[in-house]
């Protein structure tokens, strides 16, 4: 197999949008504070043990029974159009695909991906879905009337690293099962050509896999939120990522000159490799 393809994985809140999907769609509709909203749920993961995401998806459909809201898919779907992105983000990807065509002669492909502990249907409405190969999220389970009944698959900070091995192995259908073994050097996009981008510690699980398996990872902050530049130091010092970098997706920007950096140090890597096989 030529391994000739590279994955960008990001995040999606914080990463690719100042606020979470949650605070520009489902929370105003439902006539809840992002403060109020969080804080029960943290309640109830501390006093029961339970898992954030799950106590997360449950208490949105509560909030909407209280409020004789349905919610369902296709309201989902038009609330993706709400989402606010970082500086360059609606330019990002073409620009990085420009690059790697123009770096690589066109031998390489670059394949961009989501990995979001949020909702599939919202991101399935964005405006930047034309440019992502695939995004796996969390859903629900619609009732014959189309209505979120209950989550249906949920993705936390270590589950991710799943999808990871998913697009490892090209078994990008949940139906398909990546247990089985694949050799290294059958596998459609190695890790060593993929890159992780991500704002903060739910990230940590996915940006550990891809440095032990010799991948690389990019923290982005914003400037003016000290906690957030602070995590990103420490990311940088535990050896977590390559690099941080404010969320300006912009050409010439901080982040735009490092994302290239290692685009070229792993451009440079697979073009060597094809020579060899030559």
Not at 130 to 150: D, G, P, Q, R, W
Not at 196 to 213: E, F, I
Not at 257 to 270: G, N, R, S
Request: overall charge positive; glycine content about 6%; proline content about 3%.
């Amino acid at each position: 197999m030529i391994q000739n393809k590279i994955a960008i994985i990001y995040d999606f809140d914080g990463t690719l949008t100042p606020k979470t999907m949650q605070e520009y769609t489902l929370l105003p509709k439902l006539g809840i504070t992002s403060k109020s909203f969080w804080a029960g749920i943290m309640k109830e993961t501390k006093e029961t043990g339970a898992e954030t995401m799950m106590v997360y998806m449950r208490h949105l459909l509560d909030s909407a029974i209280e409020k004789n809201i349905k919610i369902s898919k296709n309201e989902f779907y038009k609330m993706g159009k709400d989402i606010k992105y970082y500086q360059g983000v609606n330019e990002w990807f073409k620009n990085i695909d420009k690059y790697v065509e123009k770096k690589s002669n066109g031998e390489i492909k670059i394949y961009h991906y989501i990995i979001s502990a949020g909702h599939l249907e919202i991101l399935e409405g964005v405006s930047i879905k034309k440019f992502i190969k695939k995004i796996f999220a969390s859903e629900y389970y619609y009732n014959s009337k189309k209505h979120a009944v209950f989550p249906k698959i949920v993705i936390t900070d270590t589950t991710k690293t799943q999808y990871i091995f998913r697009i490892n192995k090209g078994k990008e259908l949940l139906s398909q099962s990546i247990n089985k073994h694949m050799p290294e050097t059958k596998r459609p996009i190695p890790f060593d050509n993929m890159i992780y981008m991500g704002d903060g510690l739910t990230d940590v699980p996915s940006m550990a896999l891809l440095k032990t398996k010799g991948g690389h990872s990019i923290a982005v902050y914003q400037n003016k939120l000290k906690e957030q530049v602070r995590i990103s130091k420490n990311l940088l010092n535990a050896n977590r990522v390559d690099f941080i970098a404010p969320a300006d997706y912009r050409v010439n920007s901080e982040l735009h000159e490092k994302t290239c950096l290692l685009l070229d140090y792993v451009i440079a890597k697979i073009r060597y490799a094809l020579k060899l096989k030559i």
